[in-house]
């Protein structure tokens, strides 16, 4: 047994959930992915998977191997790729995560140009809205929006994300441009929400900031469905810009109170402190940061 081309194999099989996924990703049969695996048991003299006919589960004992595994993993890729053949062609997988909207319309469209330079490197896109746990859930690059407080985690800022107040051409042919705040009160409101908690809005007023509580028929914690709300006409919203940029640009979604506009939130590219970041990883960063500033 290769010990490291097993953990490798325990690594993928935990981060997939699935012995067949992992057999194809490696061109491997599922039962020779099964012995590597229990062979590495053996070695280690504990369980490292509780395995059923419908699912595979990581022990208390796996969840403790992979993090160590992982990590050792990570720093003899940093090792393979810093000489000779690697250090020109990278590869690896990178598990990459931000919120389901931001991964389709901002970080999607720029992959394809990444895989041709990049032929080698596969990248496992993990959304949601929650704050993952990067360590926890094997995560190596992950975009987060908004002041950072996670000390162990290490920030590079992408971009600054503006928030603007928006409504359709379709929604503003049938009701007035509001030209102040009391206006929004005569309007219907896209509003994010979290169960029934509303989120205010937020205004800059000088060097104050003014809360608004929205309000309108429809509510979702989802921001592709506030996106879809505004384009289809249902009210105003407050979103970040790059929510729809294209729609502002040609003129379908029209920015409202710009006089009134809050501060900007900074977006972020983290990854854990205290490890080394594989060449792979500090490769997308760099292609990210210089796309993002482009854009910009």
Not at 79 to 98: D, K, N, Y
Not at 122 to 135: A, G, H, P
Not at 251 to 267: A, C, H, K, N
Not at 269 to 292: C, E, I, N, S, T
């Amino acid at each position: 047994m290769d010990r490291l081309d097993a953990m490798r194999l325990f690594v993928r099989l935990v981060e997939s959930g699935s012995f067949t996924a992992v057999a194809r990703a490696e061109g491997m049969g599922q039962p020779a992915v099964s012995k590597q695996i229990s062979m590495l048991e053996r070695y280690l003299g504990a369980q490292l998977l509780a395995r059923t006919s419908r699912q595979v589960t990581v022990t208390e004992a796996g969840q403790t191997f992979y993090a160590s595994a992982k990590a050792l993993l990570d720093d003899f890729d940093v090792a393979e790729s810093s000489v000779g053949e690697r250090q020109q062609s990278p590869r690896g997988l990178i598990r990459l995560s931000t919120s389901p909207a931001h991964g389709r319309l901002c970080i999607t469209p720029l992959l394809p140009e990444f895989f041709r330079r990049y032929p080698q490197v596969e990248i496992q896109m993990s959304v949601s809205e929650r704050q993952v746990d990067l360590i926890g859930d094997g995560i190596d690059l992950a975009i987060r929006h908004g002041r950072m407080q996670d000390s162990s985690l290490v920030a590079r800022k992408l971009c600054d994300s503006a928030f603007v107040l928006v409504a359709s051409r379709t929604y503003l042919a049938t009701h007035a441009t509001p030209t102040c705040l009391e206006d929004l009160d005569a309007h219907d409101c896209v509003v994010f929400a979290h169960g029934r908690e509303r989120r205010p809005w937020i205004f800059g007023a000088g060097n104050e900031s003014i809360a608004y509580m929205p309000r309108g028929p429809f509510m979702t914690g989802d921001a592709e469905q506030i996106r879809a709300g505004i384009l289809c006409g249902l009210g105003v919203a407050q979103v970040p810009e790059w929510v729809v940029a294209p729609e502002i640009a040609s003129g379908d979604v029209q920015v409202l109170l710009p006089q009134f506009q809050r501060e900007s939130v900074p977006t972020h590219l983290v990854h854990p402190a205290g490890r080394r970041v594989p060449m792979r990883v500090k490769l997308l960063m760099d292609y990210l940061q210089a796309a993002f500033d482009t854009a910009g």
